[in-house]
């Protein structure tokens, strides 16, 4: 079912982070196991604007107690964004500068909150919305959240079968188009221009 699956640059970074500090299941997707890891502090405070502060040595995160608790992890997944991937102050950002932060910051939730390299390791039931009530419930997030996530998985497996159909179509075509008197150079260029045809489609967001 996911074999066709394309993670974004984003994605595979997430990925590393994670990995590079021990996060591999869904149960070390806490709060505190993950602000520890990453030296972030986490304050929790009743009625407290949810933002992130950060500079070149602190990070720290401020979530509203009075939230309902899946909700203020999902809150803390977008926030977690900023600390670990962006730099400078976005107060002296543009207005541009600090929407494209967000846009960022919102496919980091999904990528953070419910990564794919875990659920790929889950054995996912047949129907779709199982597999969405499997999501929320494992990965401890909203079921909105989680339907969302899958959706944006199934895109992707949709693009990366069509993506991978397309290749194969044009690795046929090279195979049976290619005369004898081809130079190496010009198999070269070709399988090059298949190649950066795979590269350029995998840093593509589908949303």
Not at 52 to 57: E, I, P, V
Not at 116 to 144: C, K, N
Request: contains cysteine; proline residues 4%; neutral net charge.
């Amino acid at each position: 079912m996911l074999a066709h699956y394309q993670p974004t640059v984003l994605e595979d970074w997430v990925e590393a982070k994670y990995q590079s500090v021990g996060i591999l299941t869904p149960a070390d997707l806490t709060i505190d196991n993950i602000a520890s890891a990453f030296h972030i502090k986490v304050v929790l405070l009743p009625g407290a604007k949810e933002e992130a502060l950060w500079d070149d040595s602190l990070a720290a995160i401020f979530l509203n107690a009075d939230k309902p608790a899946l909700k203020t992890r999902e809150i803390f997944f977008h926030e977690l964004c900023h600390p670990l991937l962006h730099h400078g102050d976005q107060l002296g950002m543009s207005s541009n500068q600090r929407l494209h932060q967000e846009e960022q910051a919102g496919h980091f939730q999904l990528y953070a909150a419910l990564p794919f390299f875990m659920i790929r390791s889950l054995a996912l039931p047949p129907l779709e919305q199982d597999i969405i009530h499997l999501l929320a419930t494992e990965f401890a997030v909203t079921h909105e959240l989680a339907q969302k996530r899958w959706e944006q998985i199934h895109r992707r497996i949709y693009f990366g079968e069509s993506h991978y159909q397309l290749v194969a179509e044009m690795r046929s075509r090279y195979k049976k188009a290619m005369p004898k008197e081809w130079s190496e150079e010009t198999k070269s260029l070709y399988e090059r221009a298949i190649q950066r045809k795979q590269k350029n489609n995998r840093g593509m967001v589908i949303r």
